[in-house]
């Protein structure tokens, strides 16, 4: 399957939209031409060649390169795979599991989220400007550089009127709509309704939607549903370093700073860890809340302690709170002083604290430990945790436990640096 997924994004880079209307003789002037699918005396067929795509303002056909050969022959969605790579002189696709037929409803999907995000951006309202560019801060170029939007409830009637009933059950499959039987057939509802729309980008492409509300109703924060979300601006893990936010807004906010970042959506997932190791060294700044320290710790784990670096700021700010009374120069101090996640850790705990109640900060401290070898965990205990909290040996004793008992619960070691594995059972 991501063997042909690649093989077709080949081949979508390889024949541009232009290079398949040239092939098939409809010329374009200024992005436009006359349709081929009906019959046309003034043009109406819109050529969009930055993203590839299509649509007739007449007979609201449209898509990408491969719709259009696939419309103009009549033919599938592998024929026209075939018909282009040929045009490109790339060699046929040989297949090993056959499974295109499954990849076609994915590059549906992919097709229609770029289309609903970019529906939502045309309906920018002016209290959703305001929101992003005075509330929030961020540059107004923003706004369509990310293609943020605002769902106004209509995406569904839009398909409808624009890609064709069809589309409609994509457009649930995508995580855009849900549908209720009513006595007329079937009803589409959007997923998204009075939110911000904070699309993800990759190649210039939305492929997943989220939405914040601005009024104050719950849930805040609503994501593409039934869809597992990407990094946002996944195109920094090629740097040296990188900096982790959390969601699209504190992602912009550091971007706006052209700082390498990017953004965790809907918490820290396994696909998002793989991807995490890519760069040397990753800087954590997330919301100083209790969900965003533990995010910090876990994501230390699954890293490795000698990875990660985390920031702390000031006064119990959050990054966009920061990005919007501070400069670049004050943050790039405070990553100077990014601390390890062991200091980070310690740090979460009061100087002066109630030891009966200290069970509530070892679990966390336990868990951190738990990732590097014994050896080194035991020299942490007696040579920095103990002397920093005045422990006696009583309350060491019942970290070691700790440390021991997190040790147990199925986690794999790597046998050279100690750094946390999956568990076998959980895959």
């Not at 939607?209 to 549903?225: F, N, T």
Request: include cysteine.
């Amino acid at each position: 399957m991501s063997e042909y997924r690649d093989y077709v994004d080949r081949v979508r880079g390889a024949v541009p939209i232009l290079g398949a209307l040239k092939h098939y003789n409809v010329p374009v002037e200024n992005g436009i031409a006359l349709c081929p699918f009906h019959p046309d005396s003034h043009p109406s067929l819109s050529i969009t060649p930055a993203r590839g795509l299509f649509h007739c303002f007449g007979c609201h056909a449209g898509g990408d390169v491969f719709a259009f050969v696939q419309k103009m022959d009549g033919s599938g969605f592998r024929e026209a795979v075939a018909k282009l790579a040929g045009w490109a002189g790339i060699p046929p696709y040989q297949p090993i599991f056959g499974d295109a037929n499954s990849l076609e409803v994915e590059r549906q999907i992919a097709e229609l989220t770029d289309w609903v995000a970019r529906f939502y951006h045309a309906q920018l309202t002016p209290s959703a400007r305001a929101y992003v560019v005075e509330q929030r801060g961020l540059p107004p170029a923003f706004l369509d550089t990310y293609v943020i939007g605002w769902a106004n409830g209509r995406a569904a009637e839009a398909v409808m009127t624009y890609c064709g009933p069809d589309w409609l059950p994509i457009m649930e499959k995508a995580g855009l709509a849900s549908s209720k039987r009513t006595g007329d057939g079937l009803a589409y509802r959007d997923h998204f309704f009075d939110r911000v729309t904070f699309p993800i980008l990759r190649d210039q492409r939305a492929i997943f939607l989220s939405g914040r509300a601005i009024d104050g109703r719950e849930p805040r924060y609503l994501h593409q549903k039934g869809v597992e979300s990407p990094l946002v601006n996944e195109d920094a893990l090629n740097s040296d370093w990188v900096l982790v936010v959390e969601g699209a807004l504190d992602t912009y906010s550091f971007l706006a700073w052209e700082l390498p970042v990017v953004g965790l959506q809907g918490g820290l997932r396994p696909s998002a860890i793989g991807k995490l190791r890519r760069p040397r060294t990753v800087y954590t700044c997330l919301d100083p809340d209790r969900a965003g320290q533990e995010s910090t710790l876990k994501l230390a784990v699954a890293l490795g302690l000698t990875k990660v670096k985390c920031i702390r700021l000031p006064d119990g700010r959050d990054p966009n709170d920061y990005y919007r009374t501070r400069t670049v120069e004050d943050f790039k101090a405070l990553m100077a002083e990014a601390v390890d996640p062991l200091e980070f850790a310690l740090g979460l705990i009061p100087k002066e604290i109630d030891w009966l109640l200290f069970g509530g900060w070892l679990n966390p401290l336990a868990h951190l430990l738990a990732s590097i070898p014994r050896l080194d965990a035991d020299v942490l205990v007696e040579k920095v945790v103990a002397p920093r909290f005045d422990l006696g040996r009583a309350i060491v004793a019942s970290l070691q436990r700790a440390i021991d008992t997190e040790r147990a619960k199925n986690r794999v070691q790597c046998p050279a640096c100690g750094t946390a594995l999956v568990s076998p059972k959980k895959g």
